[in-house]
């Protein structure tokens, strides 16, 4: 019986499990599974997907070593994992970073079991290339503005007043005060005398 069924090369999925267990030898993996939704076009990799004669689901295994770390974090990165433990990478975690009904790509290799019989094997894409997602119409767009449109313009509003410069006000005139006659020098007091005398009667 083959033990290959789908060719190699990239293809679309959508993440339906996410387990952190252990290998028979004893050492811990990641092993996240995925339902293959078709194969993405080489000529055309954001384009329509091709179609595969099954959407079976398929598995991903990565064993966490001195040796693989790097990749096992590249993987993570790639995936859009935020979990501060590798245990919230398991779905039975309360912490769970969920990454279950994501989509993302995937790619398909195929090489020799121990009995010499071709398998697949299965990996993360680390470039996440697929099909675009539809674009907002000019419709839409008009529709969100016509619902959201006022939050816009405040924020607007309010950066618009964070960005204008600081008024300065400049500092009020000293007035004098002065002196009272018994404090006065004889050259002080002849001062204000001259000073009452211009005032008109």
Same mark, same amino acid.
């Given at each position: 019986m083959a033990k290959t069924f789908y060719e190699p090369g990239r293809y679309w999925g959508t993440i339906t499990r996410q387990r952190l267990e252990e290998t028979k030898t004893g050492k811990a993996q990641l092993v996240l599974?995925?339902? *293959?939704?078709?194969?993405i076009?080489?000529?055309? #990799?954001? &384009? %329509?997907l091709l179609p595969v004669p099954a959407?079976?689901?398929r598995t991903v295994f990565r064993v966490i070593t001195d040796k693989t770390i &790097?990749? *096992?974090?590249?993987? /993570? /990165?790639? /995936?859009?994992?935020?979990?501060? $433990?590798?245990?919230?990478?398991?779905?039975? $975690?309360?912490? +769970? +970073?969920d990454l279950r009904n994501h989509e993302h790509a995937f790619s +398909?290799?195929?090489e020799n079991d121990?009995? &010499?019989? #071709? @398998? %697949? =094997?299965?990996s993360i894409a680390r470039d996440g290339t697929g099909p675009n997602v539809?674009?907002?119409? %000019? @419709?839409?767009? @008009? =529709? /969100?503005?016509?619902?959201?449109?006022k939050h816009l313009k405040e924020l607007a509003k309010h950066l618009k007043e964070l960005a204008k410069p600081a008024v300065t006000q400049a500092p009020p005139k000293a007035t004098q005060v002065n002196k009272p006659v018994g404090a006065m020098n004889p050259e002080e007091v002849n001062r204000e005398v001259q000073k009452t005398s211009d005032i008109p009667f």
């Amino acid at each position: 019986m083959a033990k290959t069924f789908y060719e190699p090369g990239r293809y679309w999925g959508t993440i339906t499990r996410q387990r952190l267990e252990e290998t028979k030898t004893g050492k811990a993996q990641l092993v996240l599974s995925f339902q *293959v939704l078709g194969k993405i076009n080489p000529a055309d #990799p954001q &384009g %329509e997907l091709l179609p595969v004669p099954a959407q079976y689901n398929r598995t991903v295994f990565r064993v966490i070593t001195d040796k693989t770390i &790097g990749y *096992v974090t590249d993987d /993570l /990165l790639t /995936l859009g994992f935020t979990g501060a $433990s590798f245990q919230d990478f398991d779905e039975g $975690s309360p912490n +769970c +970073c969920d990454l279950r009904n994501h989509e993302h790509a995937f790619s +398909c290799t195929h090489e020799n079991d121990q009995d &010499g019989e #071709p @398998r %697949e =094997k299965w990996s993360i894409a680390r470039d996440g290339t697929g099909p675009n997602v539809k674009a907002l119409d %000019e @419709r839409a767009i @008009r =529709k /969100l503005d016509a619902m959201f449109g006022k939050h816009l313009k405040e924020l607007a509003k309010h950066l618009k007043e964070l960005a204008k410069p600081a008024v300065t006000q400049a500092p009020p005139k000293a007035t004098q005060v002065n002196k009272p006659v018994g404090a006065m020098n004889p050259e002080e007091v002849n001062r204000e005398v001259q000073k009452t005398s211009d005032i008109p009667f």
